[in-house]
Nanobody, 126 residues
Framework: QVQLVESGGGLVQAGGSLRLSCAAS????????TGWFRQAPGKEREFVAA????????YYADSVKGRFTISRDNAKNTVYLQMNSLKPEDTAVYYC???????????????????WGQGTQVTVSS
């Protein structure tokens, strides 16, 4: 099993930046794909970004492309989500997730992921 703990959320003004971290423990971190999802009140959980186990491949939702950057440091068992030019519509609880039985082209599907963190709140004020 793997345990995931997110941190770095908070309150920021529109146009500002935050960096989320997802610290993993319990299973060989470098062997699985990691994704970030978010859920706003009253809405379904949606895909934000994902990164392959090697870090070579990254994927983004259209709504965050060019503003968010996902990266990973396997030596530190940590995945990051750098969020720039934040908008009020980015307000949500952000979750990281791990997928070790990777099926191609499923990076945006929450059901493909095997473990989830508890989430961290991001609030962007206008």
């Amino acid at each position: 099993q793997v345990q995931l703990v997110e941190s770095g959320g908070g309150l920021v003004q529109a146009g500002g930046s935050l960096r989320l971290s997802c610290a993993a423990s319990g299973r060989t971190f470098s062997r699985y794909r990691t994704g970030w999802f978010r859920q706003a009140p009253g809405k379904e959980r949606e895909f934000v970004a994902a990164i392959s186990w090697s870090g070579v491949s990254t994927y983004y939702a259209d709504s965050v492309k060019g503003r968010f950057t996902i990266s990973r440091d396997n030596a530190k068992n940590t995945v990051y989500l750098q969020m720039n030019s934040l908008k009020p519509e980015d307000t949500a609880v952000y979750y990281c997730a791990a997928d070790w039985d990777v099926v191609p082209n499923t990076f945006a599907k929450s059901a493909a992921y095997d473990a989830w963190g508890q989430g961290t709140q991001v609030t962007v004020s206008s």
